[in-house]
């Protein structure tokens, strides 16, 4: 797995697991870019079966055991779902 690279300023490791047609998702990747944080992305949606596969099932098994989107994950910190204020406050 490739992830996107958007630039912006350095808070650290800041992992974004989305798909390309969930709404919450594109919400989380607008409040990132707003924030002007860098960070990595991928749409786990457009991967390729097999890859998409490992991917999902490496992120329910170490981040989300729900396997739900979006998940970010923050300097180790994991935000399942669109949380605004957990995100701002992650990224301080």
């Known amino acids: 797995m490739d992830p996107i690279h958007v630039a912006g300023t350095d808070k650290g490791r800041v992992m ?3 798909l390309s047609t969930c709404g919450w998702c ?12 860098a960070y990595d992305y991928v749409f786990v949606d457009q991967l390729p ?3 998409m596969e490992r991917v999902y099932a490496d992120m329910m098994k170490r981040y989300n055991p729900l396997g739900s989107f979006p998940t970010v994950v923050i300097n180790g ?13 992650a990224l301080i």
């Open 77 to 89: 910190r994991v935000i399942v779902g669109y949380k605004e204020e957990d995100i701002r406050e």
């Open 49 to 51: 079966r097999e890859e």
């Open 16 to 18: 974004l697991f989305a």
């Open 26 to 37: 594109a919400r989380t990747k607008e409040l990132l870019n707003d924030l002007g944080v």
